[in-house]
């Protein structure tokens, strides 16, 4: 797909799912039945599906099979294609597209409340495993993440606020972040918004987020190592994200000076720190050997 018409169906797929949780409706059917794209676009794709085939046109057939393929989306992931990677597309702590992943899981968490089952499982397991790695990167203090991934800007040296935003609502029940004073109103003008806007409503509407602080690490695609010291974390693909658009593989923090710094080539730049650390490696499915077909 190509770029102009990927960013296109990320537009239609967000007004979606911002106009289906602002007033029940969504004004672009035809991108729920497209086909193809980014994982970030198929897990919002399925979002779309369960929300138009359950509440805005109900279609009892078109229905259980979003369910279906839906749960089969998030088993994938959990046991053999690795956590925010789809068949063998890597898009693991995504900091570019995960305003887009969260804008989705949001979405799913409060339809899937709805309709209970396996389906809303799976999608509060997917929010533990999410909360959990994102822990291991939490600078104290600011409750910002920082983690190397797939698809990094480069040259930005910085925290994804979306992500920092959930991470919050989820963790702590409210925003610690500041943002501008119309920033949690829903709109489709603001898509990237939308996972903390749905986040915060979770909160508000008592949903809640199941175990997400229980601490369970997902399965990646490749192997995640975080080393904690007393003033800062660093985190590394050691064997790299060869299955990822654009990965950086090395981000460091020092919480006592502020400083950050992401890179696509792990140990440049040296990281700061010595001494004792705790260790954390997140198993990714590279060290299995090929995952499952």
Known sequence: MAQGQSEQLNR??????VNFHLNGTMPNPGAITSTGGTP??????????????????????????????TIQNLEGQAQ??????????????????????????????????????????LV????????????????????????????????????????DLCHQLITAGQAVSQVGGRFWDLSADDQDNAGAVLAQQIVQQGIGFGNATGGTLPRLRSTLVVERYADGHVGT??????????PSLQAWAVYSTGEI???????NPASPFSGTATRTVVQGFDGDGPPQA
Not at 94 to 115: D, E, Y
Not at 261 to 267: A, H, L, N, R
Request: glycine share 10%; proline share 5%; hydrophobic share 35%.
């Open 261 to 267: 710094q992401i890179s696509d080539t792990v140990g």
């Open 124 to 163: 509060l397991d997917w929010i533990e495993y999410h909360t959990s790695v994102n822990n291991l990167g939490l600078i104290p203090g600011e409750s910002k993440v920082l983690l190397p991934g797939s698809r990094w800007k480069s040259g930005f040296n910085g925290t994804d606020q979306i992500t």
């Open 12 to 17: 239609l797929l967000g007004e979606n799912t």
């Open 237 to 246: 693909f050691p064997n790299g994200m060869p299955e990822a658009l654009k």
């Open 40 to 69: 970030n676009q198929k897990m919002e794709r399925l979002a779309n599906q369960i929300a138009y085939y359950h509440f805005v046109k109900p279609d009892p057939g078109l229905a259980d099979q979003a369910v279906t393929s």
């Open 80 to 121: 053999k294609w690795g956590h925010q990677c789809i068949d063998h597309t890597d898009e693991a702590l995504t900091q570019s597209h995960g305003p887009i992943w969260l804008r989705a899981m949001m979405s799913l968490r409060i339809t899937s409340h709805r309709l209970g089952g396996n389906l809303e499982q």
